[in-house]
């Protein structure tokens, strides 16, 4: 199985400034068909989780320009540019390369 | 608008079974393969297991925890998921998502079921 390690396990971010978060996968999640399938997830507290980022980078429908996503391979990163009060929650990092596993996940908590 | 309303939660002895339904709306259900994912309370995401669209053959994959244990169906005639659970453990007691999955993102998930195994 594909192990995702997620850091830090919690951030504490001020209002309005940067946020960032790594997850590191155990193997590399280039899938066969060149695709990279590594996407982050958002769960505010009661929520369920909603769909963030997909294959690295793509922000899915309805996410604000806030949230991006980069790297390759098996090094990934969430960067939230300005931190707003909404954005409190946890946010899991998640492979669908081979069947499909999630990182910890890290909370997101206000300063 | 995507609906995804799991059912069929409880109370449940450990050993016992379940049987979750997840009822879908709002988007052409045959043509989306699924998936379970499940929470424990506190804790973060597992994947359960998904299905296949059956023009992708209509297989089964399953988290190493939970095979031989669970079993995935669909009914899409009906619009709706199911999750057999067989045997159940302590550590099975978690909230139970239904997800659809588009190019390998789980897109759209339900509110979830509470499923709880406890004597």
């Known amino acids: 199985d594909i192990v995702m390690t997620q850091t830090p396990l919690s951030s504490p971010v001020t209002l309005g400034q940067p946020a960032s978060i790594s997850c590191r996968s155990s193997?590399?999640?280039?899938?066969?068909?060149?695709?990279?399938?590594l996407s982050w997830l958002q769960q505010r507290p009661g929520q369920p989780p909603r769909p963030l980022i997909y294959?690295?980078?793509n922000r899915f429908s309805g996410v604000p320009d806030r949230f991006s996503g980069s790297g390759a391979g098996t090094d990934f990163t969430l960067r939230i540019s300005r931190v707003e009060a909404e954005d409190v929650g946890v946010y899991y990092c998640m492979q669908a390369t081979q069947f499909i596993t999630f990182g910890q996940g890290t909370r997101l908590e206000i300063k | 608008e995507v609906q995804l309303v799991e059912s069929g939660g409880g109370l449940v002895k450990p050993g016992g079974s379940l049987r979750l339904s997840c009822a879908a709306s709002g988007f052409t259900f045959s043509d989306a393969w699924m998936s379970w994912v499940r929470q424990a309370p506190g804790k973060g995401l597992e994947w359960v297991g998904r299905?296949?669209?059956?023009?992708?053959?209509?297989?089964?994959d399953y988290a190493a925890p939970v095979k031989g244990r669970f079993t995935i169906s669909r009914d899409d005639s009906k619009n709706t998921l199911y999750l057999q659970i067989n045997s159940l453990k302590t550590e099975d007691t978690a909230v139970y998502y239904c997800?659809?999955?588009?190019?390998?993102?789980?897109?759209?998930w339900g509110q979830g079921t509470l499923v709880t195994v406890s004597s």
């Open positions: 294959k690295i980078s």
């Open positions: 193997q590399s999640l280039v899938h066969r068909d060149g695709n990279t399938y």
């Open positions: 299905i296949r669209k059956k023009s992708d053959g209509g297989t089964t």
């Open positions: 997800t659809s999955e588009w190019y390998y993102l789980l897109n759209s």
